[in-house]
């Protein structure tokens, strides 16, 4: 801890705090206090709106995620389902247009529309939805 910190501090929580830091660099010989550096009131003013979190963000643009696109759905008994092959229709709880779901890691975050893409199928978002979270 440096000087500045313990000035405001009374002198046994100050020695308390040294004998604590003391007693962990005995048991483990690679700790080593570290200063927290908060930033001051003057620094927040340094930034645009958004713009340290937009550095920050970068951090976690190689995570991957799970994307699914789910057209529709259906119930059917295991029976039922033995008995489909090649050429069968399943019937799904949507209709033609209708828009489909988009689920990210299992949580349902916007809603689209099936497009072509070349000779491949794709997904345009056409609605964000709100999160349950709070």
């Known amino acids: 801890?440096?000087?500045?910190?313990?000035?405001?501090?009374?002198?046994?929580?100050?020695?308390?705090?040294?004998?604590?830091?003391?007693?962990?660099?005995?048991?483990?010989?690679?700790?080593?206090?570290?200063?927290?550096?908060?930033?001051?009131?003057?620094?927040?003013?340094?930034?645009?709106?958004g713009e340290a979190m937009a550095n920050d963000v970068t951090a976690i643009y190689d995570i991957p995620v799970q994307i699914s696109a789910v057209l529709g759905r259906s119930n059917m008994q295991v029976s039922q389902l033995l008995k489909l092959g090649r050429g069968a229709v399943v019937e799904l709880d949507r209709k033609v247009g209708e828009a489909i779901d988009i689920y990210v890691n299992n949580r349902l975050v916007a809603r689209g529309e099936v497009v072509v893409v070349e000779d491949k199928l794709g997904v345009t978002m056409t609605e964000i939805v709100k999160s349950d979270r709070s």
């Not at 004998?19 to 570290?34: C, L």
Request: zero cysteines; a negative charge; charged letters at 45%.
């Open 1 to 49: 801890m440096s000087d500045d910190n313990t000035e405001n501090e009374k002198p046994e929580e100050a020695a308390d705090a040294a004998a604590a830091a003391d007693t962990a660099e005995k048991k483990n010989p690679e700790y080593k206090e570290i200063e927290s550096s908060l930033p001051d009131d003057d620094d927040a003013n340094d930034f645009e709106i």
